[in-house]
């Protein structure tokens, strides 16, 4: 049973960084593209990154490209999300999620999903 495990959610202000990891236990990482998505008050989970299990070519949505940078160490079994430029428009909870699909950005094409970390961006 694939597990994940988000940490490195807080309270940040505008323009300041912040670091989030998710912690993979259960299958073959390696197996596996991993994700990141967000979720603001009132609207849908939206994707904002993705890695291929290869660790080449990531990729991102508009929004973030630029300030977001994803990653992951296969040998910890982690994936991360460094986050820098923050706005309070990047308020939100995020999800780690994985996908046996290398090229995966809709939420319906990851099967396995964390509990969320917070991330509030305060002015």
């Not at 959610?9 to 236990?25: D, E, I, P, Y």
Request: aromatic fraction near 14%; glycine fraction near 14%.
């Amino acid at each position: 049973q694939v597990q994940l495990v988000e940490s490195g959610g807080g309270l940040v202000q505008a323009g300041g960084s912040l670091r989030l990891s998710c912690a993979f236990s259960g299958r073959a990482f390696s197996a596996f593209t991993m994700g990141w998505f967000r979720r603001t008050p009132g609207k849908e989970r939206e994707f904002v990154a993705g890695i291929p299990y290869s660790g080449t070519s990531p990729y991102y949505s508009d929004f973030v490209k630029g300030r977001f940078t994803i990653s992951r160490d296969n040998e910890k079994n982690t994936v991360y999300l460094q986050m820098t430029g923050l706005n309070p428009e990047d308020t939100a909870v995020y999800y780690c999620a994985a996908s046996g699909i290398m090229v995966a950005s809709e939420e319906n094409q990851y099967g396995f999903w964390g509990q969320g970390t917070q991330v509030t961006v305060s002015l």
